[in-house]
């Protein structure tokens, strides 16, 4: 009797053990099915164009003929409207977590909070459709421009869309830095503005860091914004008004023509692979800077 | 009658939101002597020792009624700049708080926010903050490392040298030893010894032997009351009023 109940009882710990062990799983199988995917439709191209051509090539006219893959001007696109983004979002996002964190009152603090993570939720069609009738004939007629779908119009949506990350995260950040270094900031006679600036945000800074990079990883990734008002055109830019086509525009825009397993397929896939070992460098650095430099880093401030 | 008294603290009553935490306390507070502020938990003690510099003013719901005389000027006077009040009245908490920065910049953080840049002058400031705390012969040659790997009893003493290198007029301290060993709060206790000369010390504290050896006078709260506020020697033997007696001896608490 005894024994049989402490035999179930062992049974049932390792039946719930098993099943959790299986969703973990199941997760990270999906993951790796992707990538697999993701790799196997993405590298015949590469028996086409090398290595090199594909992504240094500044040529991308995938349905001429013959055909030229080389997606530099995407990449660039990519990179410049992303660092564009943070050059706005960065001190949008980090400034309005101090504010939340440390100076607002609690009134204040309630209200605003929630409309900043609701800016999260916000589709980025609806975005994009706000870039393309409100800024774009607005840059358009401001600067007397061709075309108002260009760096500056992408740039500053995707900032709309990264600084709620970067807010949220960096407050969280804020938030978790002892009282107790904030009371011996005050004890010692600083201000207010004294105690964010020496000892609040240095104390915080390894998860301000990993918010900037989780919030530049969100709007390289972004594919509607960039697809709706970046202009689309497959060239690297000369001014801050001409249009661009990051990468993930053009794998979206394409996709739905490019036919089945043509080179223009393989290389729409292959762009994919760039982009994911972009994002994840994005969220390697995020994770070193989050675990390492926490370590050493706020003790030798 | 000769006024030595540096804090007057005059009719003060204090509420965190609708709770009354202290009542009409008066009290003073002498010159370059130790006071010890004791009593159960909840007291009061605490509070009072946080309206002398003004650090209630970071809770928000707080009220405080009265005055208090510093230098015979009112520190609640709407005019009063309190970021002024904790410059010259220094404070020292429960939890050892250093910063997680290195020694030297842990000592160096007020000055340097009075305006002290030269490095030879911070320097000086810092060795001498640290020789007042007794810890320059334990630091001296890690200055640059992080204050966070001393161990506790280390880093309240920095603490009290970072505290110590504003040159405040008075040492606020709440339970500086509550969560030290005896090696450590015996270290601490001789330096507060050694600094009553130069500075006026007011001491929160759960032990009453500590009260009784450090202090020169004691306060003893009771319920948001000042009970009894006594010569720490006469407090401790003969003292005043029964209720007193009763805590001292551990018939209550």
Redesign the interface.
């Known amino acids: 009797m005894y024994l049989s109940s402490v035999m179930s009882r062992q049974l049932k710990e390792i039946v719930i053990k098993n099943i959790f062990f299986l969703f973990a799983l199941v997760s990270i199988f999906i993951l790796g099915l992707i990538i697999v995917f993701l790799f196997r439709e993405g590298v015949p191209i590469f028996k086409v164009v090398s290595v090199k051509d594909f992504i240094f090539g500044n040529e991308w006219y995938p349905t001429y003929d013959p055909p030229d893959f080389g997606i530099w001007p995407l990449i660039v696109g990519s990179i410049i409207v992303t660092l564009f983004a943070s050059l706005i979002a960065v001190p949008l996002g980090i400034l309005s977590a101090i504010y939340i964190s440390e100076i607002a009152p ?1 009134l204040m603090k309630e209200i605003l909070k929630p409309v900043i993570e609701l800016l999260a939720g916000l589709p980025s069609v609806v975005l994009g459709f706000f870039g393309m009738v409100v800024i774009a004939p607005f840059l358009q007629e401001t600067f007397d421009l061709p075309t108002g779908l260009n760096i500056v119009n992408v740039s500053i949506l995707l900032a709309i869309m990264a600084v709620p990350t970067i807010s949220s995260i960096s407050e969280d950040a804020l938030y978790s830095v ?1 009282r ?12 207010k503005f ?1 105690t964010i600036v ?2 609040i945000v ?2 915080a800074l390894s998860g301000i860091s990993t918010a900037v990079m989780l919030g530049m990883a969100r709007a390289i990734g972004e594919t509607m914004v960039v697809l709706m008002v970046a202009g689309g055109a497959a060239a690297i830019p000369e001014s801050i008004f001409d249009s661009v086509r990051p990468m993930p525009a053009s794998i979206a825009a394409e996709m739905g023509e490019a036919p089945f397993r043509s080179d223009h397929y393989h290389a729409l896939f292959a762009i994919g692979v760039v982009l994911f070992f972009m994002t994840l460098f994005f969220n390697l650095i995020a994770d070193y800077i989050s675990t390492k430099f926490k370590e050493v880093g ?4 | 009658m000769q006024d030595d008294s540096i804090i007057k603290v005059k009719n003060v009553n204090f509420h965190y939101g609708d709770f009354k935490a202290l009542t009409d306390i008066n009290m003073d507070f002498e010159k370059s002597r130790v006071t010890a502020l004791i009593g159960p938990s909840g007291c009061g003690k605490s509070t009072l020792l946080r309206l002398l510099n003004r650090m209630n003013d970071l809770i928000d719901g707080t009220r405080v009624e009265g005055e208090v005389l510093f230098e015979d000027k009112n520190i609640y006077d709407s005019n009063v700049d309190p970021v002024e009040i904790r410059r010259r009245i220094g404070m020292v908490f429960q939890k050892p708080n250093p910063f997680p920065k290195s020694i030297f910049n842990n000592i160096i953080y007020g000055p340097r926010l009075l305006g002290v840049t030269g490095k030879g002058d911070l320097r000086d400031l810092a060795e001498q903050s640290l020789r007042q705390a007794v810890l320059w012969d334990e630091v001296k040659d890690i200055l640059g490392q992080s204050a966070m790997m001393l161990s506790g009893g280390q880093q309240q003493r920095l603490c009290i040298a970072r505290a110590l290198a504003m040159k405040p007029d008075v040492l606020l301290m709440d339970e500086p030893t509550s969560a030290l060993d005896p090696i450590s709060t015996a270290k601490i206790e001789e330096l507060i010894e050694g600094l009553k000369k130069h500075y006026t010390i007011i001491i929160v504290t759960h032990n009453m032997q500590q009260a009784a050896r450090i202090s020169d006078y004691t306060g003893f709260f009771y319920l948001g009351k000042l009970i009894e506020y006594n010569l720490t020697e006469k407090l401790f033997t003969t003292p005043d009023v029964k209720q007193t007696e009763d805590y001292i001896t551990g018939r209550f608490g």
Request: hydrophobic share 40%.
């Open positions: 609690p002892p107790e270094f904030k009371e011996a900031s005050y004890a010692l006679g600083a201000t004294e020496k000892v240095p104390a706020t003790a030798t401030l």
